[in-house]
């Protein structure tokens, strides 16, 4: 079998984890569930899949010394970082990892990972992914799907057709939809959360991109070509790079091929969305509270506190997240987490680096 090459996707800003999660510190380089980072954690399971060689992470600019800590942190001394000049959304990242897969084999295997989700069951993910490099080998362009718990109006959904080895052809793929029709797909029992996990042959998705997103293959290539390795970082040529036009994996490719094939999963996969997502996968105390470093709840129920450098003390809350950190200080109700990116601080820095995940 042909090398796995993991490559993990890691600009997001993660603006609803605000105000722990910034543009200077994004929540994939924070520990928030498990033992250390969730760049951390995809790496490590990312390099357990069969096969699994030197992994790629694809940042931005701004990130590379993170990622160079968090890949030593999981034992990857020479896990290549592809550096962004700018954000240029999913597909340009996925070309990036293909191109350099490529370069060692066009017919390496790449598992395209989001690096800010949690997955509470790894060996069952890992067995998934297992199956997807299969269906890949044959030329699949391979998507994973999640096995819905509920209707959910933040992902997009995918719907399996006929089966195609361990897994199954693609139907169709479904935009992020409202709750009545989250609902109807639930009740049909055959659709499945869209992750953003990916498999696919290097050569069969740049192959794909040129037929089906022409302007980003190109764009993609040239900067990539143009670009400089020094040690274990590749740059990309920052004037060639803005030409690549700004398109999901989904839109570019996924939905337009007719290689896409379906490998379901259920692993307990969270992708830690807002802090209400957080507190559902964190361990609480028998009066449902989530209470983080120096953090006390009295008369309270169904809390999420997380204290930084100096004590937090929530009385008589009910459903409530309280976040202390040095950025600002955030108190609101579970079920309006994901306003919280409406109101974030204004990053301090130049917004620099890779699309959200």
């Not at 980072?37 to 490590?44: K, M």
């Not at 764009?219 to 790079?241: I, K, N």
Request: charged share 25%.
């Amino acid at each position: 079998m042909a090398a796995v090459r993991p490559a993990i996707l890691c600009g997001g800003i993660g603006s609803r984890l605000w105000p722990l999660s910034s543009d200077r510190r994004p929540k994939q380089f924070h520990a928030l569930a498990g033992e250390g980072s969730l760049l951390r954690q995809t790496i490590e399971r990312g390099m357990a899949i069969r096969g699994a060689r030197r992994p790629i992470v694809v940042t931005g600019a701004a990130y590379g010394d993170l990622v160079r800590d968090e890949a030593i942190a999981a034992g990857q001394l020479d896990a290549l970082a592809i550096l962004e000049p700018e954000r240029r959304n999913t597909a340009a990242s996925a070309a990036l990892a293909a191109l350099a897969a490529a370069e060692d084999d066009p017919d390496s295997i790449v598992v395209l990972l989001p690096s800010d989700h949690h997955v509470a069951d790894a060996p069952a993910f890992i067995a998934a992914i297992d199956e997807a490099c299969d269906l890949a080998a044959e030329g699949f362009i391979v998507v994973l799907g999640i096995e819905p718990d509920g209707p959910n109006t933040g992902f997009g959904y995918v719907r399996r057709g006929e089966p195609a080895g361990a897994g199954f052809r693609v139907a169709a793929f479904v935009e992020k939809p409202d709750l009545e029709k989250a609902r109807r797909l639930l009740e049909a029992g055959d659709c499945y959360w869209n992750a953003g996990v990916y498999v696919f042959r290097a050569s069969v998705f740049l192959d794909e991109l040129k037929a089906h997103a022409p302007d980003t293959e190109r764009a993609v290539r040239a900067a990539w070509r143009a670009g400089r390795t020094d040690g274990t970082t590749r740059q990309v040529d920052a004037a060639l790079w803005h030409a690549a036009p700004n398109l999901s994996v989904d839109h570019a490719v996924a939905e337009k091929t007719r290689r896409a094939a379906l490998v379901p999963v259920s692993a307990g996969w969270n992708d830690v969305g807002n802090w209400a997502a957080l507190r559902d996968i964190a361990a609480a105390d028998a009066d449902g509270n989530v209470l983080i470093g120096a953090a006390r709840a009295s008369r309270s129920h169904g809390c999420y506190v997380r204290a930084g450098s100096r004590p937090v003390v929530v009385i008589g809350g009910e459903d409530l997240i309280v976040v202390d950190s040095p950025d600002g200080v955030l108190v609101v109700r579970r079920d309006l987490a994901q306003s919280v990116k409406d109101f974030a601080a204004a990053p301090a820095g130049p917004a620099k680096g890779a699309p959200e995940a």
